[in-house]
């Protein structure tokens, strides 16, 4: 089982909804991302936080908005969003080294996001 | 540009036999490598990680090598099982917080 939670597990919504997806991690780990994948398709780094602050915005549209509350949290809000944001959503979080990630990401198990 | 490239084809093999997967990469110094497993619908998981000054990693039936002047990772699973069959990404970490991701290679093992 892994050890980061990612709730909920999936989610349907409407371009003119706002949803949020969440994270949470209980590993003391001071790093979390959020990656996105599409069917057959390598995870794609959109956001990462180290010490609770926003450290990589991989271009992002705005139309996803990362918050980290804690340590432990890490958010996804949800606006205004397009059928091709359909994915799967995958949060990760590390140790972070020295000057980044120190060793290996530990994976949810992603939040399945249709968007009709 | 900056690539990871992994066979996309599937690979088909028996039971009891070893499995190799090939991770390319270019325009990258990666400090470290790492392989991870993914199931369908579910997140990746960590399998072994190796840095750029080891020649070759092992963990029970895994195996990795790392030859940077090639830009090559070689994943070995010997005596393979039906359960290996997923799917097995390569990443590189590039530094400052990013890992890159190769879009993986499906394995199918068969009884």
């Known amino acids: 089982d892994t050890e980061v939670t990612q709730t909920p597990k999936h989610l349907v919504m409407g371009m003119t909804n706002k949803k949020s997806l969440k994270c949470e991690q209980h590993?003391?780990?001071?790093?979390m991302y959020w990656y996105k994948q599409k069917a057959k398709k390598p995870p794609e780094l959109m956001f990462v936080?180290?010490?609770?602050?926003?450290?990589i915005n991989e271009s992002v549209p705005s139309r996803f908005s990362p918050e980290c509350p804690n340590s432990s949290l890490l958010n996804l809000h949800l606006h205004a969003l397009q059928p091709e944001d359909s994915a799967l959503y995958l949060c990760?979080?590390?140790?972070?080294?020295?000057?980044?990630?120190?060793?290996?990401?530990?994976f949810g198990e992603g939040s399945r996001l249709t968007v009709l | 540009s900056q690539k990871i490239e992994q066979n996309s084809e599937a690979l088909n093999i028996q039971e009891g036999k070893t499995a190799t997967l090939t991770c390319n990469y270019t325009n990258y110094s990666p400090a470290y490598l790492q392989w991870y497993r993914q199931d369908p619908g579910r997140g990746p998981v960590f399998l072994l990680l190796i840095r750029e000054n080891e020649k070759e990693k092992r963990k029970e039936r895994l195996k990795v090598t790392f030859d940077t002047t090639l830009k090559q990772s070689l994943f070995h699973i010997t005596a393979s099982q039906p359960a290996d069959s997923a799917t097995y990404l390569c990443?590189?970490?590039?530094?400052?917080?990013?890992?890159?991701f190769g879009a993986g290679t499906r394995l199918f093992v068969k009884a």
């Open positions: 936080y180290s010490y609770e602050k926003l450290s």
């Open positions: 990760a979080s590390s140790h972070p080294g020295g000057q980044g990630v120190d060793g290996e990401l530990f």
């Open positions: 990443a590189v970490y590039t530094g400052g917080f990013k890992t890159i």
């Open positions: 590993m003391g780990h001071r790093a």
